[in-house]
């Protein structure tokens, strides 16, 4: 998602709207709303005044907490800023501003997203510890044992070098530091910002080398993060640092249509406000300009932009039920662009995002509005993530205690715990860097399930490898095989947002990945464990391996060839088929092997023969498309029936023994039998059996099933078109 929020660059009175939206109605205390975008945007447009001091700066965060914490204890924050300012007092920015200025404008910034206080007073006290007398001990005495690990983990960031030679390291450390809170983040991406914001009084060179390390990892973890009132300004202010040409273009585009007389996007949110009255829903409309980011995709997408394409509508809702009710009214009244549809509420992205999009037609020119729905609340995640989260460590609401943990858990989120995961194993700082770099490069996520009713989030494209993982950690080694949706997959199945995947795990520990795994594993988890482990346990070379019967071996004689499909059968079908052709020759085709009672047709093939396929069957389809004309077929008064039946078990010793005597007590003749070697401790059987009535597969089957070691058994399934 593009968000367009920006943050004030001081606090103070509003300034005029640069793009002429209506001023914002003032903030009720029982709904706060972040309203950061029209001030930031003011500034980026040079409208704002800036003021080398902030009067009265802890009024103005105490004013910006009460409106999202109206019964939270102040007093931790006014004692954070007097021992702050003190402290800091005679320290002068580069700018020339008092120091203080710097932690109070972060603090600010965090305060507008609705931090908690615990955060906000860190945030007070976040350079207190690197550059002045003040010690993580005196920190844990007057403020407990949360402010001072948040106040060592900011430390902790200050001290990263951020020189591009020690990128690799720098970011690990950075991890570690974050550890199991992500409000240590938070507070850096807050810090970030506002040095972003007085990058001015740098040279060129070390403007754009920050610029750099923002837009690579700093934007990346607050899209993680989901505060996307930080992400927005971060990536502008970037664009202006590393891209002054095209950042200059873009804001004359957006001064030019500024300063329009006719606004289509007002024109639609009257009518959409006129809609949603007349159906009864209450509810906001209000006009979202983009960021110069988006503003400048856009137009490279679509060359010359016109009036709706400088922002968005975002209607907001008391509840989730409304969004969808709003949402049928538009498609209902208007005219919608169905391919712009997104549902994010019922499938959240996994930085907690929720809302729907959807565009509409205008009637007049056919400009396309694009538009958001959500509710106020999905409005305050959207803009500040897990910052509008709260203290990760109060005791969870039942609302939040029935998640899944992947998206709802601010303290460790799911992608952040497997990138602390992974940091460990990772060889050496190169490899940890590459692969963070792609794993931030993953800006989408799905959900797949488990048969236990847990879930997995994984980037998009994982396979089967990567959930196993993901699952299982090192064991997912011993790994053979996975159901999809219960259905039998190979490792390197791609899964898609909201499969159930049931991984088949091996019997022998001390099992080795497949090289092949590598050109299939998505994250860097699998990789990084698989090649470990290739690593420590070299294949020998090929001269030297022998072969071995152990106790993962099957019991089994050397692998029999395949019979082909439409060769003719050892005897005749025991099933009978009355075909509308007298003397012709009847043969069950290899292909598909209907049994009674399958829906069949046939055709004639050379030597007056009438080939019998399940009505199904891929063939089907090609002879029909080859012009060749069906021949009416039907089964007879006999009961019987000819099937080739396909198992999947696990290697041991005797299983063959073990599961023809169980389909021998079934009453299953065994025509003929193929056993491939086995792979990976999976062995594959296929059987060709003659049962005397049809009635009894379901029973063979389950049979077959039943037997130590066996996990599937199907029957033989129609092939594939073109196969």
């Known amino acids: 998602m593009n968000a367009e ?22 903030r009720r205390k029982a709904r706060p709303r972040i309203d950061l975008r029209r001030l930031g945007r003011a500034a980026l447009l040079g409208s704002a005044t800036r003021s080398r001091a902030l009067p009265d700066a802890i009024g103005h965060v105490v004013e910006a907490h009460r409106a999202h914490h109206p ?28 120091y203080i200025t710097h932690p109070l404008a972060v603090t600010l910034i965090l305060a507008e997203l609705g931090a908690e206080t615990t955060t906000l007073t860190a ?44 990128e690799p390291e720098t970011f690990r450390k950075m991890l570690l530091a974050t550890g199991n809170d992500v409000r240590v983040m938070s507070i850096k991406l807050a810090d970030r910002l506002h040095n972003m914001r007085t990058l001015g009084v740098m040279r060129r060179e070390k403007q754009e080398r920050i610029a750099k390390v923002t837009r ?27 891209h002054p040409e095209e950042y200059a273009h873009t804001r004359e585009l957006v001064q030019e249509n500024a300063a329009r007389a006719d606004d289509p996007l007002a024109a639609v949110a009257d009518e959409v406000r006129g809609v949603l009255r007349e159906a009864d829903i209450q509810a906001e409309v209000l006009i979202r300009p983009r960021h110069f980011v988006s503003v400048h995709r856009v137009s490279r997408k679509r060359g010359t932009l016109r009036g709706a394409d400088f922002g968005r509508l975002l209607v907001l809702v008391q509840e989730d039920a409304d969004c969808y009710a709003v949402l049928g009214e538009l498609h209902t009244c208007m005219t ?75 303290t460790r989120p799911g992608w952040l715990s497997r990138l602390l995961d992974w940091q460990r194993g990772a060889p050496d700082p190169d490899t940890f860097w590459s692969t963070l770099r792609e794993d931030l490069a993953q800006d989408r996520e799905i959900t797949v399930f488990r048969p236990d009713g847990g879930t997995l989030g994984l980037p998009e494209g994982a396979t089967c490898v990567d959930a196993a993982y993901a ?75 022998q072969p071995s019967r152990g106790p993962a071996t099957p019991d089994v004689p050397p692998a029999a060839p395949r019979p082909a499909a439409d060769a003719p059968p050892a005897r005749t079908a025991a099933a009978d088929v009355l075909v509308d052709r007298p003397g012709a020759t009847v043969r069950l085709a290899g292909c598909c092997t209907p049994v009674p009672p399958d829906e069949i047709t046939g055709f004639a093939v050379r030597g007056g023969v009438v080939t019998v396929h399940r009505a199904e069957c891929a063939v089907v389809a090609r002879m029909k498309s080859a012009g060749r004309a069906e021949v009416g077929v039907r089964w007879g008064e006999s009961t019987g029936c000819r099937v080739t039946l396909l198992a999947e078990s696990f290697g041991r010793p005797h299983l063959l023994a073990d599961l023809t005597e169980a389909m021998a007590l079934e009453g299953a003749e065994i025509v003929s039998a193929t056993v491939e070697p086995p792979d990976r401790q999976r062995v594959r059987h296929s059987y060709t059996v003659v049962l005397p009535d049809a009635a009894r597969l379901p029973a063979l089957m389950r049979a077959m099933r039943d037997v130590a070691g066996v996990y599937d058994v199907s029957r033989a399934q129609p092939q594939p078109a073109g196969a």
């Open 336 to 410: 919608p662009v169905v391919s712009e549809f997104k549902d994010f509420i019922a499938v959240p992205k996994f930085n907690l995002y929720q809302s729907l999009h959807t565009a509409v037609a205008r009637a007049e020119d056919g400009q396309v509005v694009e538009v958001l729905i959500r509710t106020h609340q999905m409005h305050k995640v959207a803009e500040a993530g897990v910052v509008a989260l709260g203290n990760p460590y109060a005791q969870p609401s039942e609302e939040q205690g029935a998640g899944d943990g992947e998206r709802a858990d601010p």
């Open 216 to 242: 690579d990892v700093l934007i990346p973890l607050a899209e993680r993060l989901g505060v996307q009132a930080l992400k927005s300004e971060l990536e502008d202010l970037v664009f202006a640092v590393m």
């Open 5 to 26: 929020a920006v943050n004030p660059t001081t606090p103070g009175p509003v300034p005029p709207a640069a793009d002429g939206a209506a001023a914002p109605a003032p």
């Open 123 to 166: 945030s007070l006290l976040h350079d207190t510890v690197e550059d002045t007398e003040v010690t993580l001990d005196q920190v844990g005495d007057q403020f407990g044992a949360e402010v001072r690990y948040l106040v060592d983990g900011v430390t902790k960031l200050e001290k990263v070098d951020y020189g591009a030679a020690a």
């Open 471 to 545: 699952q299982y950690g090192e064991d997912a080694h011993a790994t053979i095989g996975a159901r999809v949706n219960g259905r039998l997959a190979t490792m390197s199945t791609v899964l898609r947002d909201g499969d159930t995947v049931q991984l088949l795990m091996g019997q022998d520990p001390a099992s080795e990945p497949s090289k092949q795994w590598l050109e299939h594993a998505h994250t860097p988890a699998a990789r990084i464990a698989i090649q470990r482990r290739l690593a420590a346990h070299p294949e020998p070379a090929p001269e030297a391996a």
């Open 71 to 98: 019964d939270a204890d102040l007093d931790p924050l006014r004692r954070a800023y007097v021992l702050a300012e003190s402290s800091h007092r005679g320290q002068m920015r580069k700018s020339g501003e008092p």
